[in-house]
């Protein structure tokens, strides 16, 4: 608040009734503040305080100092956002005055302007999803199947550029489905990113196999070449070798596919690409997802794109892809009534559901562009901070940036989890990098394979910060935690 709207607030003691509801009128504020000798705060003045001197027979001609002294609630200066917030609502008020050290009134705080929560990642919904959904409606295809199901599969693969797409109920269903199509089973084991969230492991232990986690490189935070190259030369010293190789492109950015590939296909064993977060990102020109045998991706809410919860399996094998549709429905027979031969799942995307997803692909490209912008301009305006370091986007590389991402070095002032606590407090949410699964209590006991000595995602989860990314988030929100981030480490 600037020092003319200060001084709009301001009245003393010798100001009239009228005076202050003048005063009143004008700034429109809802609060006055009363100010003594030195302008040193006394207390705040609402309508309410004016209206009870009125009806207790006051004239408007009258002075203030028949208002009683009362201990009016006030902030510190650098009070944050959510004390600032718990004090008001404690005692149901709109606004604070910010007393400096001096007890002059620097500034004042209103409800208003500091209630508003910076996400970290939300749904982004255009015009056109509602027309497919519409039609769906309009045609009752409510099933799950249906016009918007079978487009939305074609729309999707012919963006990405791979052959056939299955469209189901989430990401981690169409994992669980493309390890089960790569034949693992119990007692099988699969190498897996440990830097990722758990819905990528999890299927591995749907399917009684048992999940052996390989490190990060710090050039792309993703599955690293000579990790994986490790793993494979001592299970092979061990006599085994894994039944696939779940390969996750994280926060947007693809892993480094070509080392990867040589490797898992000089062992022979296939690749399930986890794009779940990287929809839109490209590897030397290719997309995301293609690249594995089986590539899957997530339309959960938080994701780049969303239907409010699903996902997609991607394959340039026909057999695969129909095999995926077929175990999605529960697994039934070509027969006259219902029979099973197999086991199947409820895993296939409603019509209603694909009509969202449908709409979001025409928003994708600018969605990707908007996230890019978002880590440019962080990048840009945090550029002075020498200890932050952001997530690196390598030559090959063409990140979607879902979130953007940056590491904090080890000798800053603060740590990063310091950093989130007080991004909470100022009502931005931050969250920590995921915590490696090598390092997660349900995972204890399970193998973990670095390329050397130390552990990468170790280090970047210790260090790592997730910023708020929302293609929706207006620049003034973006501001907003430049600003703050800006404030704590200076
Ligand atoms: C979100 C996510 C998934 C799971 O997708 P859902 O649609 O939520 O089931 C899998 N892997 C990664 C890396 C993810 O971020």
């Given at each position: 608040m600037n020092k003319d709207l200060l001084s709009a607030l301001e009245v003393t003691s010798g100001s009239t009734l009228k005076e202050a509801l003048a005063k009143l009128e004008r700034s429109g504020c809802g609060i006055l503040t009363l100010v003594g000798e030195g302008r040193r705060f006394e207390r705040t003045i609402t309508d309410g305080d004016l209206r009870r001197l009125i009806l207790e027979g006051?004239?408007?001609?009258?002075?203030?100092?028949?208002l009683q002294a009362i201990k009016s609630h006030t902030a510190s200066e650098g009070m944050s956002r959510r004390d600032a917030l718990e004090l008001m609502n404690r005692h149901a008020i709109h606004s604070l005055p910010v007393i400096g050290v001096d007890g002059v009134v620097v500034d004042v705080i209103f409800r208003r302007d500091i209630d508003e929560q910076v996400l970290l990642s939300t749904p982004h919904i255009g015009d056109a999803e509602r027309e497919f959904v519409e039609q769906a409606f309009l045609t009752n295809w409510?099933?799950?199947?249906?016009p918007n199901v079978d487009a939305f599969e074609t729309e999707l693969c012919t963006f990405v550029g791979s052959a056939h797409g299955a469209a189901v109920s989430s990401g981690t269903a169409a994992i669980h489905l493309g390890l089960r199509l790569l034949?693992?089973?119990?007692g099988d084991r699969v190498f897996c990113?440990?830097?990722?969230?758990a819905a990528s492991a999890n299927p591995i232990v749907y399917q009684g196999a048992e999940p052996v986690f390989i490190d990060s490189e710090?050039?792309?935070?993703?599955?690293?070449p000579t990790a994986l190259e490790r793993a494979f030369a001592i299970a092979a010293s061990e006599g085994w070798s894994p039944k696939a190789v779940i390969v996750v492109n994280l926060y947007g950015q693809s892993a480094d596919m070509d080392p990867i590939r040589e490797i898992c296909s000089s062992y022979d064993v296939p690749i399930l690409e986890d794009a779940a977060e990287s929809l839109g990102a490209t590897y030397k020109g290719r997309h995301s997802?293609?690249?594995?045998k089986i590539g899957i991706y997530s339309f959960n809410?938080?994701?780049?794109?969303?239907?409010?919860g699903g996902g997609m399996l991607i394959s340039d094998d026909r057999e695969i892809v129909d095999r995926a549709r077929f175990l999605a429905t529960?697994?039934?027979?070509?027969?006259?009534?219902?029979?099973?031969?197999e086991v199947g799942y409820n895993y296939r995307m409603s019509n209603i559901l694909a009509g969202v997803g449908r709409g979001q692909l025409h928003v994708l490209k600018s969605r990707v562009e908007r996230r890019r912008r978002i880590f440019d301009q962080y990048r840009e305006g945090l550029?002075?901070?020498?200890s932050l370091e952001w997530m690196p986007e390598p030559e090959w590389s063409f990140s979607n940036r879902w979130l953007t991402t940056a590491t904090i070095s080890a000798?800053?002032?603060?740590?990063s989890t310091e950093l989130i606590q007080r991004l909470a407090s100022e009502l931005i949410e931050a969250r920590p990098v995921w915590k490696p699964m090598h390092l997660q209590p349900v995972f204890a006991g399970t193998r973990y394979f670095t390329a050397?000595?130390?552990?990468v995602s170790d280090d970047l989860f210790e260090r790592g910060i997730c910023l708020?990314?929302?293609?929706?988030?207006t620049s003034s929100q973006l501001d907003r935690v430049i600003d703050t981030i800006k404030r704590i480490f200076t």
């Open positions: 006051s004239a408007l001609t009258d002075r203030l100092d028949l409510i099933a799950p199947l249906g034949g693992v089973g119990p990113s440990t830097l990722t969230f710090m050039s792309s935070w993703n599955m690293c997802g293609t690249i594995g809410g938080n994701k780049i794109i969303t239907t409010s529960q697994a039934r027979d070509p027969a006259p009534y219902y029979q099973h031969s550029a002075g901070l020498q000798d800053a002032a603060i740590s050397g000595n130390s552990s708020p990314s929302s293609s929706n988030m």
